[in-house]
């Protein structure tokens, strides 16, 4: 009986040690790391933005294939799924690449980058925009695209490309505000002014309204996200494939003026934004004031190595301040 109560007791203390060792992993992040879906296969995810639905996080991003052509699009937008930002299972591919020879604008060997997608609740459709430049006409047609679905993880169905508003249009992001207002800000006039554009009701067409914010600063990679009655913007300038400083800005209307706060980056490599450039922050669920920034280590020479870098913002005030950490957990 003693025996039996000894061996119950080690079982039970080897459960909560791998329970809490499980946790433990769980929660650390690892900018740069190998990052893992339910598979054991490095997400492909790049350039990408989340949407939070009934609890579940989505992360959708560019799909990159082996080598220097992985720079071009080949398969599509990737989706994944998780409950924790963690640990993420893989949902397939979103939205797919047209066959070569189809003649669609989305045909396989475009560029297509940097998708977002929003939810219309009052069309209860799932919206995706992302950036597109036709095959074999490598940056000049500047135009975004936008693709729609019943399903959040898809498939996505394309609609159409244009330039919004008749301008170009490259680097983009798509932000909903509080009162469901949806807003389309991209790089334009060859990446010279950021536009700030009003979406439709629907999220499918452009208003008409919008204003240029940042002339002459050359601003790509957007992300802009809402903090307590202030919009915040973090951007990067335009040097390619290579990082540079990371750019932050603050203003009380999502129409401007907008001021600019400097470099958010500290700590080692910040004045090339740890090696990374901005796509996408993202506020965490059932944390009071938890920002996530998420960034992309480009590795342009094996496209679908791209390490993602995701890091918590802090605060000075109003400014935003993203310090540099090996590792970090989210408590």
């Known amino acids: 009986m003693k025996n039996l109560s000894y061996t119950f007791i080690i079982l039970i203390l080897a459960f909560l040690y791998a329970a809490c060792s499980s946790n433990n992993h769980q929660s650390v992040f690892h900018p740069k790391g190998l990052w893992l879906d339910n598979n054991g296969v490095h997400i492909n995810a790049h350039g990408g933005g989340m949407l939070y639905n009934n ?4 992360w959708f991003g560019e799909h990159k294939i082996e080598g220097e052509a992985g720079n071009i699009a080949h398969v599509g937008v990737h989706c994944y799924s998780s409950e924790n930002l963690q640990e993420w299972t ?13 003649g669609s604008d989305i045909e396989k060997g475009c560029i297509l980058e940097r998708p977002k997608v929003v ?16 095959k074999g006409e490598e940056y000049s047609a500047a135009r975004s ?21 008749g301008e170009m ?47 002459e600063r050359y601003m790509e990679a957007p992300a802009v996200f809402k903090r307590n009655g202030n919009y ?13 400083a990371a750019r932050s800005a603050i203003a009380q209307s999502i129409w401007g003026p907008w001021t600019e706060l400097g470099n958010p980056c500290r700590g080692e490599n910040a004045e090339l934004t740890f090696g990374a450039q901005s796509t996408y922050v993202q506020k965490v669920h059932g944390k009071e004031d938890l920002y996530i920034f998420m960034a992309d280590e ?10 993602y870098v995701w890091l918590p913002i802090s605060f000075e005030e109003e400014k935003p301040v993203i310090n540099w950490q090996t590792e970090w957990k989210m408590d």
């Open 55 to 58: 609890g579940i996080y989505y």
């Open 90 to 102: 893989d949902e397939g591919i979103a939205l797919s690449v047209a066959p070569e020879g189809s």
């Open 119 to 134: 939810y219309n609740a009052a069309t209860k459709k799932y919206v995706m925009w992302f950036h597109l430049e036709l």
């Open 145 to 165: 695209g936008v693709a729609i679905s019943d399903k959040i993880t898809g498939p996505y169905n394309f609609i159409r490309s244009l330039r919004p508003n």
């Open 169 to 215: 249009a490259r680097d983009m992001t798509v932000f909903i505000d509080d009162d469901a207002t949806a807003y389309h800000i991209f790089s334009s006039e060859d990446n010279k002014t950021t536009h700030i554009a009003e979406l439709s009701d629907d999220y499918l067409s452009h208003t008409g309204k919008y204003v240029r914010v940042f002339p």
């Open 232 to 244: 915040y913007f973090i951007g990067s300038g335009c040097t390619g494939w290579a990082p540079n």
């Open 298 to 307: 480009w590795r342009p020479e094996n496209a679908i190595d791209g390490r």
